[in-house]
């Protein structure tokens, strides 16, 4: 029986992010959807069907030399690792070409070497949108070929509204890092004089979102972030740079108008059931807000139209034909 190992080592990293929740949704998407006779197997140092016996900076660093365990002849790395030749990468994004000040030095240089080098030896690269896919091209020499196969959209069910929170609400989901634009919402929901609420774990960079306006939630379940949406009357994603955008289409398919950057990736995920603002323009953004802020309800219909294009089980189909 043919086994496809799935390396789901982003589930132990100390903040998964979004390409924690690709990983988990891929995996389970890719068991309910595998071909007859296939299997599937994870792969990690810890916590998966078969356990990698080896420090997880050890394995990092044999990745990024180019020298991983041998898993067998199909491997699905969903993060941008440099596994054995048979294998298929997914690569996310292109931020350490386009918004290097954004990542860390040593994030950077990492990055850089084992996309570069996965470009050039692995069976074939799967990105979430045509903008990384173009991005990619401009920046690495590619060698291999690139699906692009859209990440799915978890429809987070809520079973009540959020009794903590204020009636009204901007919302914001993600990581706390330079690259998400976080800070400037800040600036924005003050001048505006509306709450806003932060769901995701402190990143790097030092970004210090603390305001008397507000809320920081940290990680929470997905039950809990259910609630929250639920309850947001805008969601926000003013980031500098994605390869996809998880949170927009969450939002948008329970029922939450969006307000995001001018990024490629979040305007092709959106296509057009958004409200565009430019990057990095506080009063861009501001107007942007005011605008929905104002009339919350009339993108909320294309929004829940364009979520629904969007499946895991659609995901799991597109990474399927690149191995079998």
């Excluded at 959020?162 to 901007?170: M, S, W």
């Excluded at 259910?226 to 926000?236: D, E, Q, Y």
């Amino acid at each position: 029986m043919p086994e496809l190992v799935l390396l789901t080592e982003q589930l132990n990293a100390p903040v998964p992010g979004g390409t924690g929740r690709y990983t988990a949704e891929l995996l389970k998407a890719l068991r309910t959807t595998a071909p007859h006779t296939w299997s599937v197997t994870t792969a990690a140092t810890a916590n998966a069907d078969r356990n990698i016996r080896v420090p997880r900076r050890v394995l990092v660093a044999l990745w990024e030399r180019g020298l991983p365990p041998n898993l067998g002849p199909h491997v699905h790395a969903p993060t941008p690792l440099a596994p054995r030749e048979g294998a298929v990468v997914t690569v996310h994004d292109v931020v350490p070409w386009t918004h290097p000040e954004t990542l860390t030095p040593r994030g950077v240089a990492w990055h850089r070497k084992v996309i570069a080098r996965a470009a050039r030896e692995v069976k074939a690269l799967v990105v979430p949108t045509r903008a990384v896919a173009d991005q990619l091209g401009a920046h690495v020499r590619v060698e291999v070929p690139v699906h692009v196969v859209p990440n799915g959209v978890t429809n987070l069910q809520a079973t009540d509204m959020p009794a903590d929170l204020p009636e009204t609400y901007v919302l914001a989901v993600g990581t706390i890092e330079p690259r998400k634009g976080f800070e400037l919402l800040v600036r924005a929901t003050e001048r505006l004089r509306v709450p806003l609420v932060v769901v995701g774990p402190q990143g790097w960079g030092g970004v210090d979102l603390r305001a008397p306006h507000v809320r920081l939630l940290g990680r929470v379940s997905d039950e809990r972030l259910a609630s929250v949406l639920a309850g947001a009357t805008v969601l926000a994603a003013p980031s500098l740079a994605e390869g996809f955008g998880l949170p927009v289409l969450e939002a948008m398919a329970a029922g939450v108008p969006v307000v995001h950057s001018d990024d490629p990736a979040l305007v092709e995920v959106a296509g057009g059931a958004g409200t565009v603002v430019r990057r990095g323009d506080l009063a861009s953004l501001t107007e942007g807000l005011r605008a929905v802020l104002a009339d919350p309800c009339h993108t909320i219909e294309a929004g829940i139209t364009r979520a629904s294009e969007f499946t895991w089980e659609n995901t799991a189909r597109g990474v399927w034909a690149t191995h079998v």
